[in-house]
């Protein structure tokens, strides 16, 4: 593996091997030995001894703790502040936060605030994407590349007061075998068949697991659209949501990483966002932070404008200037339309609540309610028609 952290101006390639970071052993061994077995063992027992319909569902709830509690726990609650959550959810994050073997919550946080606050700044951003698909998805983990601060959780004061946190972070390891060895056994001897369950439930699970979350830090950040910024790398992609329990929805995500959604339309696959929504609903969950539609709609405008423009600039057709004008007045005339809807949206939603208004009230308030929205809506539509233009 290149590691492009060596300034380029070393020439000498034994200087620049000298250079690399130290490979970090353990790592190296955990992913390669787990991947092997799970490439040859699976395949043999599969066709020699067969896997049991149960041991293939157990399998995929084991898989579904583990990924549910790296994007429900680690990220959205624990490293982003979306929600909060009951006691006895933390603990279940933290169990399969450690059946996942990705660090402690307190470290794969920390490392996550730092992602979100250096994004694609190959000297900070622990997994940059700039620094290609190998080094994002995986790469960064097999050599120190940021050992000065792997102990440093200055960023993470929060988590440090999070009782459940701490008791994961000092019994990691323990936790990470027991959940490892303990629950393929236990499902290997319910359903007789120890060898396959450590091969499905064990090995393979754990790869899939570990290959499922990276994608965030890889597919995530290069294949997809850029509805909400193109200020970094992170895309929207629906195909790296089904395969990351709904956290393909990245670019959105980058834009407002403190809402507890990634998806935010309800057809857009987001089972994380489901299992929070669903834990409130049972008393388990609360305070679950959602950025308001105003904010949503104005971001997907800006974004849209900046693209006309860049747009605009490479065709550098005769009336430029002119329809770059045009354009400006006609999303200055959105934004000032979107506001002025939201506004009375609000009147209008309180309103509703309201005992105090009299009838007269509402119905007005109504009318204005309507009569905005049928305003935006038309001012949406040529605004569409004119970015259409230059998409
Ligand atoms: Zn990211
Ligand atoms: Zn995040």
């Known amino acids: 593996m290149k590691d492009r952290t060596t300034p380029l101006r070393h020439s000498n390639a034994s200087e620049e091997q000298h250079k690399k970071p130290n490979i970090i052993w ?20 599969a066709y020699f001894e067969g896997f049991s319909i149960g041991l293939i569902v157990a399998a995929i709830i084991a898989l579904s703790f583990c990924e549910l509690s790296i994007t429900a726990g680690y990220h959205r609650l624990w490293s982003h502040k979306a929600y909060e959550a009951n006691v006895v959810v933390r603990v279940f994050y933290a169990i399969g936060g450690a059946f996942a073997v990705q660090n402690s919550a307190l470290h794969w946080s920390s490392d996550h605030r ?43 004061s929060d ?55 990276f994608c965030i830090n890889s597919l995530a950040h290069m294949w997809g659209k850029q509805p909400y910024n193109d200020k970094n790398t992170a895309k929207d992609n629906p195909l790296v949501a089904l395969l990351t329990f709904g956290e393909g929805y ?19 696959f987001d089972p994380t966002k489901w299992l929070i929504k669903s834990l409130s609903w049972l008393g388990l969950a609360k305070n679950l932070k959602r950025i308001s539609e105003e904010k949503i709609a104005k971001a997907i405008a800006a974004q849209q404008l900046v693209k006309a423009k860049n747009k605009l600039m ?45 009838n007269v009230e509402k119905s007005n308030l109504n009318k204005k309610y309507n009569e905005l929205k049928q305003n935006l809506v038309n001012q949406q539509k040529s605004w569409q028609l004119m970015v259409l233009q230059y998409a």
């Open 250 to 268: 990245h670019n959105f995500h980058h834009a407002f990483q403190f809402d507890y959604r990634n998806a935010i339309k309800w057809w857009q």
């Open 159 to 213: 988590l440090q007061r999070d009782r459940i946190v701490l008791w994961q972070h000092k019994h990691y390891l323990t936790l990470v075998l027991a959940t490892n060895f303990g629950i393929p056994l236990l499902v290997g001897l319910i359903l007789g068949d120890v060898w396959g369950s450590l091969l499905l439930v064990g090995f393979l699970r754990l790869v899939v697991s570990h290959h499922l979350t």
């Open 26 to 45: 353990l790592n190296v061994l955990v992913f390669s030995i787990t991947f092997t077995v799970s490439l040859i063992g699976v395949p043999l027992y």
């Open 114 to 156: 730092v992602h979100h606050r250096f994004v694609d700044q190959n000297d900070k951003d622990p997994y940059s994407a700039n620094r290609g698909f190998w080094y994002s998805h995986i790469g960064w983990m097999l050599r120190e590349y940021q050992a000065y601060r792997y102990t440093d959780y200055k960023n993470a």
């Open 314 to 358: 490479l065709l550098s057709l005769p009336n430029s200037d002119e329809a770059l004008l045009t354009i400006q007045n006609e999303y200055d005339l959105m934004i000032q339309k979107m506001s002025e809807f939201y506004s009375i949206k609000k009147e209008w939603l309180d309103s509703k609540r309201s005992e105090l208004l009299e």
